[in-house]
């Protein structure tokens, strides 16, 4: 039968005794190993032997190699060929031994068979099995001094019997933990006994040390056994002597750069560390021929008693002497070489065990003295500062900046601005140099609140500046500026300006009131709302406001308002003009500067809302005429085009509020654009965009500096310790800075946030601006038709039946949408084309679905082909649709699909898309109950959410005319007929479209 057996056995190479797992067969009287491989299969067998062989393994080759020569040799057999004999001595030698002695330990707890091997056989006789025993050896030392010699004289002894080593055949198994075997019998010592003592005394009783050589003798040897053992003596002195104790701290640094603190005792004048293993402080004094050692004992439970304190204040002493915070690992002389793993911690690692550590200092210095345990750092190259400190400060508001004071005062009353700290704070430099050579350890918590404050400080003596934009930087400060004209410190109610002619929601009712608290401190912000919930009504009363609370009003002639819808295909002449002769000055002109295709929006929202105010449109090829004339209007509507081309004379003018519409418009700093409007002068600025970040951090840097100047700093600064700490790590500590520093300057809601406020359906009328290519092709074909129907009813009195003049009524609506549709060779852009794009890549960038219809499918085509190029995955039904229900299951099921493009004839009923919350309708038709029908679509029974409907038109196009058509057929089908029954276009109608 097989057994697991183990055999001390002396390996020549590392000079020690090393126990080995081996497989035996029991024979009866005795044990025949057959091998010392030992597999995982043997220990589910035998798992008592488990713990056991882990332990073995601790010594074995590999993990010696691990231990000590992996950085010094690149293979085992190097290892083994090539490890200087004094390594071994002092550090190979002593791990080994202290796992052997362990494993002795655990054998004999586990009742295993052990044995000695003393031959080359493999043969292992029951009876010569070691045994430990229970009570350990104690060795006694005596010092006989006579004239000629001094005798050393070492015996052992079990507590009832006495002897010689040298009268018994002992080996020496391990040195420290100190184990001997001799025949059968395993003898343990203390643990602070040292086997080498041993090593003299296995052969002779005692040794002779001449006189010559005594003076040595008794300073090195003797001394430090009179430390540690109790001796006897003859022909000199041990005199013990009782003293005064207290107990020291000593702050020290371990072998890694760790904080620790040591326990120090002071018996008398001397000092020893808690963690030595020495019994007693001894000193030696000779006079003349006379030796007399003076002892003094060290007090055990005095000394614990000190521990005791100390780990009651909330530190842990996880080794004798040595005390650490719970969550501060230190590594000291005594564990280094035990520790697998020794690479070094992180600076940040280390930085913090100090911060807490020199902290918990200043926080119990006092009770640390009412225990009557002193403070010590006198191992440390630079001592730390470890009395209180408070910073006093105060802060004072002169015109749009803000001054802070701030000094730390320490204990003694030393004032240091904390300006001066400013570099390590952004360095992450914890230790500040006092003038006085010690460290003052920064604290954490200035880390986290300082870093984004002296970030943006302009610094000057002890003061520090920021702009009034940055006041969010104050916050901790917050008990010394509520005096200051901060948004959240008007106190007064916002109430909305009186004829204003729309009752706000209440989401827009906060979002006007959060613009208008902000403009009353000369601050701007960014309105980045979801399309479809008001952005512009929200700037309109704020402007309104602005107007009505003006310090003076000018009375001026309302310009234009001629009655007609305005155009940008008007000629010059046909604009109203303000009187030439009324020239008073206007100091708090509006200015809102829109793309092109939004400024016919603007206008008529103006009209609308807030027909009160006095309205002028910047634009044209003879607004040459209008700039003297600019600051006596109330609001003054400009595209960014016309603004960048007449950046030179707009400069010059100071504006109230000024609005940019669309404002990602701005978002290269170093387009001619962006420059332009940095040089536009005003009041407050104001951004409205529901996507103010299109590509990159960039984006938003560029419009929050055009609304509040300098609060994000320059490009360059803002790229260095926003953009590229944000990339690398997007949840880190410069996301939440940069999101507390902009947060009172961005408003932004979604649908899905205000759904509670808003109406099922919301509805809104897109003007869009044609391109001038554009414009002529429309105008030749609208003349050439209106020519023939003229000639046509002058000749036949009617043109009911006349295909011709629907023909051309569908290539004007075609053109209206985009001229390739009528003509291939047409290499021009399209207004509306361009801006339906532009509110589609809003709606997929806030996560929303959209339905897009037309009456054209070539038009869908056109726009599908659009899509695509822009990388959108979208789905599209028309008449000629094989599969109706998988392309709609396609757009209902698929997230990523976010686009169904629609014909309306195709679309216009049967069909259940409430998975879309946004309806684009890109041309309209005569009939409005057909788009009724398509936005049904999305509005219907299941819909969950708020739906918007976007309506778009061309202006100065039949489009324009075809509204008004709606409107009217509308009014009679409410009064008379059913919503789906269709009223043809009268003659009178036909020309009042074209």
Not at 858 to 872: D, N, P, Q, S
Request: aromatic share 12%; with cysteine; hydrophobic share 40%.
């Amino acid at each position: 039968m097989e057994r697991i057996i183990f055999i001390l056995s002396y390996e020549k190479r590392w000079d020690c005794w090393m126990v080995y797992a081996n497989r035996a067969i029991d024979a009866g009287d005795f044990f025949q190993s057959i091998g010392r491989y030992i597999g995982d299969e043997d220990l589910e067998v035998w798992p008592v032997v488990r713990k056991i062989t882990e332990t073995i393994r601790k010594y074995d080759t590999p993990m010696l190699f691990k231990q000590f020569g992996r950085k010094k040799f690149k293979d085992e057999r190097m290892f083994l060929q090539k490890v200087e004999e004094a390594y071994i001595r002092e550090d190979i030698r002593p791990y080994i031994d202290k796992y052997v002695a362990q494993v002795l330990d655990e054998l004999t707890e586990a009742g295993c068979p052990l044995f000695l091997k003393t031959s080359r056989l493999d043969n292992f006789y029951k009876n010569q099995r070691l045994m430990l025993k229970s009570v350990p050896l104690r060795a006694l030392l005596k010092f006989e001094r006579t004239g000629e010699f001094t005798r050393y004289i070492l015996r052992l002894t079990d507590g009832e019997k006495t002897f010689y080593p040298s009268d018994y055949a002992l080996k020496v198994l391990t040195r420290r933990p100190c184990r001997v075997v001799s025949g059968r019998q395993l003898f343990r010592f203390p643990e602070d006994f040292d086997g080498q003592r041993l090593q003299p005394f296995l052969q002779k009783r005692e040794i002779m040390i001449p006189k010559a050589n005594e003076g040595i003798y008794f300073r090195r040897f003797i001394l430090k056994n009179v430390r540690h053992e109790e001796i006897e003596v003859q022909g000199f002195d041990v005199i013990v002597r009782e003293v005064e104790k207290q107990a020291f701290l000593s702050l020290e640094r371990d072998i890694l750069g760790m904080p620790v603190l040591v326990m120090e005792y002071k018996y008398g004048n001397q000092y020893i560390p808690g963690w030595s293993s020495r019994k007693a402080l001894v000193e030696l004094y000779t006079e003349g021929d006379r030796y007399a050692f003076y002892k003094v004992s060290r007090d055990p439970e005095w000394e614990q008693l000190q521990a005791r304190q100390l780990v009651a204040l909330g530190i842990r002493n996880d080794t004798e002497g040595y005390f650490h915070l719970p969550e501060v690992t230190v590594m000291t002389w005594k564990t280094e070489k035990e520790t697998e793993d020794r690479d070094k911690v992180s600076g940040e690692v280390i930085a913090d065990a100090w911060q807490k550590t020199v902290t918990w200092v200043q926080t119990h210095g006092d009770e640390l003295k009412a225990m009557g345990i002193g403070f010590t750092q006198k191992t440390l190259r630079r001592a730390y500062y470890i009395g209180a400190w408070q910073i006093d400060s105060s802060v004072s508001e002169t015109m749009d900046w803000f001054e802070l004071k701030a000094e730390v005062i320490l204990a003694d009353g030393r004032r240091i601005p904390l300006l001066r700290f400013r570099d390590h704070i952004l360095t992450g430099k914890r230790e500040f140099l006092l003038d006085d050579g010690t460290l003052f350890l920064i604290p954490e918590e200035w880390f986290a609140t300082y870093t984004e404050l002296l970030l943006f400080a302009q610094g000057k003596g002890t003061s520090l500046f920021f702009h009034r934009s940055q006041y969010v930087l104050l916050k901790n400060w917050a008990e010394t500026t509520c005096h200051f004209s901060l948004p959240e410190n008007l106190q007064e109610e916002v109430t909305l300006p009186f004829d204003f002619q729309v009752t706000l929601r209440p989401y827009q009712r906060f979002g006007y009131e959060w613009m208008y608290r902000l403009y009353r401190c000369g601050l701007g912000g960014c309105l980045a709302d979801d399309m479809g919930l008001g952005k512009t009504l929200q700037a309109i009363a704020l402007i309104l406001k602005y107007r009505q609370e003006g310090v003076k009003k000018p009375v001026v002639n309302r310009w234009p308002d001629s009655g007609k819808q305005l155009s940008l295909f008007d000629a010059p002449e046909e604009v109203s003009r303000p009187d030439e002769g009324d020239r008073s000055l206007v100091y708090h002109t509006c200015l809102v500067v829109v793309p092109a295709s939004l400024i016919h929006n603007w206008r008529n929202e103006l009209r609308k809302f807030a027909p009160q105010l006095t309205v002028t449109i910047y634009a044209g090829t003879n607004r040459i005429d209008l700039r003297s004339y600019l600051q006596r209007s109330d609001v003054v509507l400009i595209t960014y085009h016309t603004l960048r081309n007449d950046i030179d004379i707009l400069s010059r003018l100071t504006f109230g509020i000024v609005v940019a519409d669309e404002a990602q418009m701005l978002k290269n700093p170093g387009s001619q654009l962006h420059q332009a409007m940095m040089r536009i002068q005003g009041r407050c600025f104001w951004a409205l965009s529901g996507t103010p970040i299109e590509n990159s951090l960039t984006d938003l840097w560029a419009v929050m500096n055009w609304v509040n100047r300098g609060l994000l700093g320059s490009q360059r600064f803002f790229r260095d310790h926003f953009i590229r700490p944000i990339l690398a790590d997007v949840e880190g500590r410069m996301s939440e800075a940069l999101r507390k520093l902009i947060a009172p300057y961005i408003l932004r809601r979604t649908k899905e946030e205000v759904l509670a406020d808003l109406p099922d359906l919301t509805a809104e009328l897109v003007v869009c601006e044609p391109e001038e290519e554009q414009r002529k092709v429309y105008e030749e074909e609208q003349s050439r038709v209106r020519n023939y129907i003229l000639s046509e009813r002058e000749n036949q009195g009617e043109l009911r039946s006349d295909f011709m003049v629907l023909k051309a009524l569908i290539r004007l609506r075609q053109i209206a949408n985009h001229p390739r549709l009528v003509e291939t060779g047409y290499e021009g852009n399209s207004g509306k084309f361009s801006e339906v794009f532009r509110m589609l890549g809003e709606v997929i960038a806030s996560g929303h679905k959209v339905l897009v219809f037309s009456s054209f499918v070539k038009y869908l085509k056109m726009v599908a082909e659009e899509t695509m190029v822009r990388g959108w995955k979208y789905a599209m039904l028309t008449g000629l649709t094989a599969d109706r229900e998988q392309t709609i299951r396609h757009f209902q099921a698929d997230p990523e699909c976010r686009i169904f493009l629609i014909s309306l004839k195709a679309g216009g009923v049967g069909l259940n898309l409430t998975e879309a919350d946004y309806v684009f309708i890109l041309d309209p038709w005569w009939n409005v109950a057909a788009e009724n029908q398509a936005v049904s679509r999305a509005h219907r029974i299941g819909q969950k959410r708020a739906v918007f409907v976007y309506r778009f038109i061309t202006a100065g196009t039949l489009e324009e005319k075809i509204l008004a058509i709606q409107e009217r057929k509308q009014r009679l089908a409410d009064s008379v007929i059913t919503a789906a029954t269709s009223i043809p276009l009268t003659d009178e109608e036909l020309l009042e479209v074209l």
